[in-house]
Structure formats: C-alpha cells, structure tokens
C-alpha cells in the first residue's frame, strides 16, 4: 500500500474532536482508572521507567503526569558540543534548508515561511542555513530542552490540522509539518537566532513551555504572537524550555554560518535512527 493511500482515513477522521476527547482524559484524575491505563502503556510501548525520577506508575495522579514525567537526575549528561540534542526520540530528517525550502520526506518539501507561520522577514534570517526534525514516540521521555543557551524572542501559536506525525505520515501528507498546529519559538544564541517548533499531532492534548505555561488549548483558530523583546528571559543548554502532553514532533531552524561552512551535523546520526537528549547533535 502507498504512503499517501495509507494516511487517506487521516482526512475522514474529526481529527479536533478525537484530540479534545483524548486531552480530557488526559487531564483527568481518575483514580484506580488512571493507574490501569498507565501500567497498559509502558507496557504496550516498553517505557523505561528505570529513568523517571519517579518510577511508581501508581503515584501519577493523571495521564499527563505520567506522560510529562520527569527523568532522574543524571540520566541525560549532556555533550561537549555547541548543539546538544533537545530530546529523546528518532531522526525524521536534517540537513542543509536549500533557500528556503526544508526536505520533509522523498517528494515532499516545504518552505520555512510556511512553517513559522507566513513571518517571510523571520524565515529569510535560516535562508541556506540548516534544519533538524526529531519525533518522539509514544514511549520516549516528552520534555524539549535547549540545543545551545539562548534568550527567548518571540513565541508565535499557528493554528492547523492535527495529521498523525509518524514516519509513514510524513512520506504521505505534503507540507506535515507546515499544516499542523505548533508552536514557533524564537532564541537568540550565541551563534544567531534559532528557532524551535513544537509541532502538534493526533491525540495531541496540548503543548506547554515553561515560561507561558500550556498554551493550547485555547486553540481560537487564528495566529497568536507573544514578544520578550522586554523581557531577558535566559535559558541555559540543557535547561527545559517545554513538554508535550501526548506526544509529537521538533523542527529546528538554524541559520547560515557566518564563516560559509556547512554545519557539520554529528556524524553517527541518520534519518530513523534513535536519538538521547544531550547527544552531540551540531559539532562546529
């Protein structure tokens, strides 16, 4: 069967409904009930919980607890390196943006303007500069930390569809990444600015980052824009910037090196490998 034939039920199902449904539940207390469904999923999906600060799947009071669970101290060292990987998960794809067009799967692509949500004059600051996509599974640790310090910009909520953001997905839907609902975060680093993208999905109940707190729902279906050109709001490398509640995708946005160099990306990592937060992700 095809990609694009595989992920044609994706356009039938009320996507909105299914994602509301399920971050109710999500949110819920509900006791003995909540614990049930817990204990099925680390086994259904083989969740180390011999990482999680807390490994009592009783104690979680809620699904999204459980889901945003935090790790034990030590568990994620963090490389010598400028760029460190922000999560736990697999490598969707990465590379150079060639103009300003970013490689999504074989036939696909999609444009940066698009992705931070129509902002050209922000987009045109990656123009030929490089990009990472990472997706997180249902078994993966689902706090996004900081690649690099940087001081936090701007946050921009595009409203969008909910498609699964799985690899068959990706192959099948054009511009995945571009159409779903995310959330565009703008840092400067030491390096330039760069931008992470918390891409929503499917059961995707919400997103949250630590400085706003969730930020949908409310999903108002137009484009929200926060700016912290008045605040200095820091974040260190390796600090938590935010978490899905049900799990999803990151895109990064990096911009051209200053010295015309290739961005000399870690030389063990490849489309569908497995990644750790705090691997070495960008080497110069």
């Given at each position: 069967m095809s990609d694009r034939l595989a992920v044609l039920p994706q356009y039938l199902?009320?996507?909105q409904a299914l994602t509301s449904l399920a971050g109710a539940f999500a949110r819920g207390e509900h006791g003995a009930f909540t614990t049930a469904v817990v204990r099925w999923f680390?086994?259904?999906y083989g969740v180390n919980m011999a990482e999680a600060a807390n490994a009592d799947p009783g104690s979680y009071a809620s699904f999204n607890d459980f889901f945003t669970r935090a790790l034990r101290p030590g568990a994620r060292p963090l490389a010598a390196a400028p760029l460190v990987c922000p999560v736990d998960g697999a490598i969707s794809q990465f590379g150079p943006i060639e103009r300003d067009r970013v490689f999504q799967a074989k036939g696909h692509?999609?444009?940066?303007?698009?992705l931070v949500g129509g902002d050209a004059a922000l987009a045109a600051a990656f123009d030929d500069g490089a990009f990472a996509t990472l997706y997180l599974s249902p078994r993966d640790y689902h706090r996004i930390h900081m690649p690099c310090a940087g001081r936090l910009r701007r946050m921009i909520h595009v409203p969008g569809a909910l498609f699964s953001v799985n690899p068959t997905t990706a192959r099948g839907?054009?511009?995945l990444f571009a159409r779903n609902e995310r959330v565009v975060c703008l840092?400067?680093?030491?390096?330039?600015?760069f931008v992470l993208v918390l891409v929503g999905a499917t059961i995707?109940?919400?997103m949250a980052t630590v400085w706003h707190g969730v930020v949908n729902p409310p999903r108002p279906g137009h484009l929200r824009?926060?700016?912290y050109d008045d605040r200095a709001l820091t974040l260190q490398q390796g600090d938590e910037m935010g978490r899905f509640l049900l799990g999803s995708t990151v895109v990064m946005l990096f911009p051209k090196r200053a010295d015309g160099r290739p961005h000399a990306f870690n030389p063990a990592w490849a489309p569908g490998g497995p990644i750790r937060l705090g691997e070495?992700?960008?080497?110069?």
């Open positions: 199902l009320p996507k680390i086994g259904r692509h999609y444009s940066t303007t698009a839907v054009p511009g840092f400067d680093g030491a390096a330039g600015p995707v109940g919400s824009d926060w700016r070495a992700m960008i080497l110069n």
